[in-house]
């Protein structure tokens, strides 16, 4: 081996075996471990650890082995409830360097990028196993005719409420003001959810379900109501009950930054014989939440707010989380802005941190998860969300790579415009941007998304639509630590389009005659993945090779290893990847790819992969 290739090998991380226990106590002795090539020129190994606000250097010890691999151990004990470290390798000619979840430096780095242990953090634990698949009720399945909204039923300023035959193309905000119906219902979904079980998936994301005036139902008009017309409180207690029994975690959607304008609650909060004021003011006029004059900002400054919206018993976070409902989390909307208004009311971190308490002391495994389109990391700190919508560091990224554009790298954002791709070394530092920086226990809590009811499907995008590119890109997102979340439709091809949101909300094809059979592969490929394979569930992540139009990345465990070359290249090429920083994982080869004409071979430590032109491949080790 080259001498200096030794830093290439080096490894550590927060899962075990790497650091035991994985979610220790304040007090307990934790063990952490690197690994590198017995070659490496190491002199010394230090952790260096933040314990009672100073530096600690703990010796990290090798273990004897005749192995190619040699693993140094240091232990120590928690003392306060945050702890950061990284490592100091000193090598026999007096070089240091240094180690953190961004990799190997020669210069002493920031704390940014430390490996954490937060003894008040443990995430839920199914999260990291997790296949989300997201509906939107309205467009989904249509199971009891009696149920759903009838023509001319709802008014909404200058709209009138229509009934769509399920056929019919959604009509855009101008004409339809999102009063059209397709009248998919809860009883829709449980009537799916076999269909949902042979897929794989195992937990479901539903948008909102309240009493609203829309088919999005984000204007809220009352919390403590499943909407009559989905099926009402009853449906979705057999929905939940029916999930359960299958071995499916459900997801609610829930916007509590903002109400509809009809919302009784825009006359005042009742209490006892009062009506207290919960709409946020600016020189005495409703704010209106993005503008939208249905909509009315809530204000969290305002105490009898929070006692209704999760401090109480009977209050909406907690009414679902307990029985004859026991949902198994929250997505809350628009939720960093919750709470944030103007300087003097900036109550958004000291709600979250309150709703955390709550949710968790009546399930400790419920799920939170806030919509968040940016750097979300002052959230997901252990005392907040376990994850925000992950388009910052998944979603973005991949369309990207595909050829969109930022829709925030143009201002005023837009969506669905075709924009330079970017090269694999930049693709490979957007992923550590995001998942090196937040704490470690929230890696795989993330919630990886592509498509969602916000966003137009990419495969509707002609314009930058290529099979295998988006093929390869599909394959990255299942790849991520975190879960894989599926939007619905994206797993048949569903049609949609690029020119508002009821293009990104199409109702579900439920023809097989109308699926495109290359999206079911893949999905099925993935999502199969993502069920069955440890290393995707609990395993380490890392970018082997990048270049201007290839990425390598693994996921890998002590065990057994995935590694996706992801290739946008126009020619035929072979990459060879070197395998060493995944331990001594090179005995076995499995294959994994969709695309023809794909070759894989392992020689020595070095895996040498043929590809044809914009085909990606997974490789499977262990």
């Known amino acids: 081996m080259n001498h200096s290739h030794w830093k290439d090998t080096v490894h550590s991380d927060t899962v075990p075996p790497f650091l035991i226990p994985e979610y220790p106590s304040l007090g307990d002795e934790v063990t952490i471990r690197l690994r590198v090539s017995r070659e490496a020129p190491l002199a010394t190994v230090h952790v260096r650890a933040i314990l009672d606000g100073i530096d600690h250097h703990v010796d990290a010890i090798r273990e004897p082995s005749d192995a190619a691999f040699v693993t140094y151990v240091a232990r120590f004990e928690l003392r306060q409830a945050k702890t950061h470290y990284h490592f100091l390798l000193r090598t026999t000619d007096g070089t240091t360097f240094f180690l953190n979840r961004r990799g190997i430096s020669t210069v002493f780095p920031t704390e940014d990028h430390d490996f954490t242990i937060d003894t008040d953090y443990e995430p839920p634990a199914w999260v990291r196993s997790a296949v989300f698949y997201q509906i939107f009720p309205d467009r989904f399945f249509r199971a009891d005719r009696a149920l759903g909204v009838r023509t001319g039923e709802i008014e909404r300023g200058e709209f009138r409420s229509r009934e769509m035959p399920w056929d019919a193309t959604p009509l855009p905000y101008p004409e339809a003001g999102s009063l059209d119906f397709f009248n998919g219902d809860l009883p829709g979904v449980e009537a799916k959810l076999e269909y949902l079980a042979d897929l794989g998936v195992n937990a479901i994301y539903l948008t909102p379900i309240f009493t609203a005036k829309t088919n999005h139902r984000y204007d809220c008009l009352d919390y403590f109501s499943v909407d009559a017309h989905l099926g009402g409180d009853e449906a979705l207690a057999s929905l939940v009950t029916a999930a359960h029994r299958r071995g499916m975690r459900v997801v609610l959607d829930v916007s509590i930054n903002h109400i509809g304008v009809e919302h009784d609650w825009a006359d005042g909060l009742p209490v006892g014989s009062l009506r207290v004021p919960v709409v946020q003011t600016d020189r005495d006029s409703p704010v209106h939440w993005a503008g939208v004059p249905d909509l009315l900002k809530l204000d969290y400054s305002v105490a ?73 990391t002052a959230y997901l700190q252990g005392d907040q969300w376990d994850s925000a919508m992950n388009y910052f560091g998944s979603g973005r990224l991949v369309r990207m790579w595909c050829g969109e554009e930022d829709r925030f790298a143009v201002v005023p954002s837009r969506e669905a415009l075709p924009g330079r791709r970017i090269s694999g070394h930049e693709l490979a530092s957007l992923i550590d941007q995001h998942f090196a920086r937040i704490p470690s226990a929230t890696v795989h809590t993330q919630f990886n998304l592509l498509d969602s009811h916000d966003v137009t499907r990419l495969h509707n995008n002609s314009t930058v639509f290529d099979w295998p590119i988006y093929a390869g890109g599909i394959m990255l997102l299942a790849m991520l630590p975190g879960t894989f979340s599926v939007y619905y439709g994206d797993e048949v091809g569903l049609a949609g389009t690029l020119d508002g949101d009821h293009g990104k909300r199409y109702p579900m094809a439920w023809d097989p005659d109308d699926w495109d059979e290359r999206f079911v592969g893949l999905y099925r490929m993935m999502i199969g993945l993502k069920r069955t394979r440890s290393c995707l569930q609990e395993g380490s992540y890392r970018v082997l090779d990048a270049g201007e139009d290839y990425l390598v990345f693994a996921r890998f465990t002590v065990t057994e290893a995935l590694v996706l070359v992801l290739n946008r290249g126009a020619q035929q090429r072979r990459i060879g990847v070197d395998l060493r920083p995944l331990g001594e994982l090179a005995r076995a080869v499995g294959f994994e790819s969709l695309a023809p004409g794909v070759s894989a071979e392992v020689s020595a430590t070095t895996l040498t992969v043929g590809l044809p032109p914009t085909a990606s491949a997974l490789v499977s080790f262990g």
């Not at 679902?320 to 929250?330: C, T």
Request: proline share 3%; charged share 35%; net charge negative.
């Open 304 to 376: 009898e707010l929070r006692e209704v919206i999760y401090r109480a018993t009977e209050s909406v976070v907690q009414r679902y989380l307990r029985e004859p409902f026991g949902i198994d989390g929250w997505r809350f909307d628009v939720a960093s802005e919750t709470g944030r208004y103007a300087r003097e009311q900036e109550q958004g971190h000291a709600v979250w941190r309150e709703i955390r308490r709550v949710v968790r002391d009546l399930n400790p495994s419920a799920y939170i998860l806030g919509e968040h389109w940016h750097d979300s």
